[in-house]
């Protein structure tokens, strides 16, 4: 579907956001009609614009009671996606099917370790901007090997995140995930894990892998996906990808089940 402009100009306006890449945009899952999480997409956007001086949501009259104005106004999908962009001059709304299905979960995700590395440093990787491009490049990648994502080492060689995905480890029964300072993107499933599970946020490398029984990566669109493989460690478990992934369903409506 095309995107349609939400501000009083009907045409798009060529500012930094495009020229530079000096904007933000969101991901919504929208399921059955409905925003998930919605409060902490905004939230998360408004950090983005703060962060790169642009008017906040509020000023730009962006809420979640006009975000789902706007779906109940244009026919969507029961699983789709909203994909919000903001620039100084440009809000932009765009809804699409959410690509996920439940063969995704059957089959898991096979991955492998990206050859870019992620820069801790910069402050861009804690913010959702538009530029994201060695992320598309890192993710089509993947997919041209046959591949489901890659993951991302910072200059450190600690492990990071994937092109669009937050990874976790599990290891004797406990839940771990990359910590902020290793420079990534703090996903709106991931903190939802981390407000609702004991999970440990920490510095992991590759090397860590060798003795965990499974992995599992988050987005707001595919939710809790379980993996199989990530470079040459293959995952023979995923007992609490499933477990995680029934219990958000049942909390956001999701349809998009994975088997049990």
Not at 145 to 152: A, T
Not at 235 to 252: G, K, M, P
Request: aromatic share 8%.
């Amino acid at each position: 579907m095309k995107g349609i402009l939400m501000q009083p100009s009907s045409q798009l306006s060529l500012d930094d956001g495009f020229q530079f890449g000096l904007g933000a945009f969101e991901t919504i899952a929208i399921e059955h009609g409905q925003p998930v999480f919605p409060e902490k997409h905004l939230a998360r956007l408004d950090r983005a614009a703060a962060f790169l001086q642009l008017s906040s949501c509020k000023a730009r009259n962006l809420t979640p009671e006009r975000i789902r104005s706007y779906l109940a106004a244009h026919s969507t999908s029961h699983h789709s996606v909203l994909k919000i962009l903001l620039t100084k001059e440009n809000l932009l709304f765009r809804t699409r099917p959410n690509p996920y299905t439940p063969e995704h979960y059957t089959a898991g995700f096979c991955m492998d370790f990206s050859p870019v590395l992620r820069n801790e440093t910069s402050p861009l990787v804690a913010h959702k901007t538009l530029n994201y491009g060695d992320c598309i490049l890192e993710k089509r990648a993947a997919i041209s090997l046959g591949l489901n994502e890659r993951i991302f080492l910072n200059t450190k060689g600690q492990l990071c995140e994937g092109t669009a995905t937050n990874l976790f480890l599990v290891r004797g029964g406990h839940v771990l995930t990359p910590a902020l300072s290793c420079g990534l993107l703090p996903g709106i499933l991931r903190e939802y894990l981390l407000e609702t599970y004991e999970i440990t946020e920490t510095i992991l490398y590759p090397e860590d892998i060798a003795d965990c029984d499974e992995c599992f990566v988050t987005n707001s669109l595919m939710g809790i996906m379980p993996v199989t493989q990530l470079g040459e460690k293959k995952f023979l478990q995923r007992d609490t990808a499933d477990r995680l992934q029934a219990e958000y369903q049942e909390r956001s409506g999701a349809d998009c089940e994975c088997p049990l």
